[in-house]
Nanobody, 120 residues
């Protein structure tokens, strides 16, 4: 299984970016898909947003009203629309998914990060 993230880059404060993450490989089903981020100099990744297979979403307080998570189950993909970006949103963003096997075994998998830099 692979998770391929894309869409990061440099954007000015107030601007927008859309991150994408697609899963590939031998996939039976995917449960929750999430985005995390790790700011420069920080050791831990923080949860940004999560979406269940049924479409229920949850957001970190710092991004509520600015970011929108969505998914396309047919494409095994998750997206993060980021609007009104602030310098403090600068971070490496990671996608994460909980895969479910035919025997209902669940395991979490991380994609590689994509860097988002918000700066004038």
């Amino acid at each position: 299984v692979q998770l391929q993230a894309s869409g990061g880059g440099l954007v000015q404060p107030g601007g927008s970016l859309r991150l994408s993450c697609a899963a590939s490989g031998s996939i039976f089903s995917i449960n929750t898909m999430s985005w995390y981020r790790q700011a420069p100099g920080k050791q831990q990744r923080g949860l940004v947003a999560t979406i269940t297979s049924g479409g229920s979403t949850n957001y970190a307080d710092s991004v509520k009203g600015r970011f929108t998570i969505s998914r396309d189950n047919a494409k095994n993909a998750v997206y993060l629309q980021m609007n009104s970006l602030k310098p403090e949103d600068t971070a490496v963003y990671y996608c994460n998914a909980v895969f479910v096997t035919q025997t209902q075994y669940r395991y979490r998998y991380w994609g590689q990060g994509t860097l988002v830099t918000v700066s004038s």
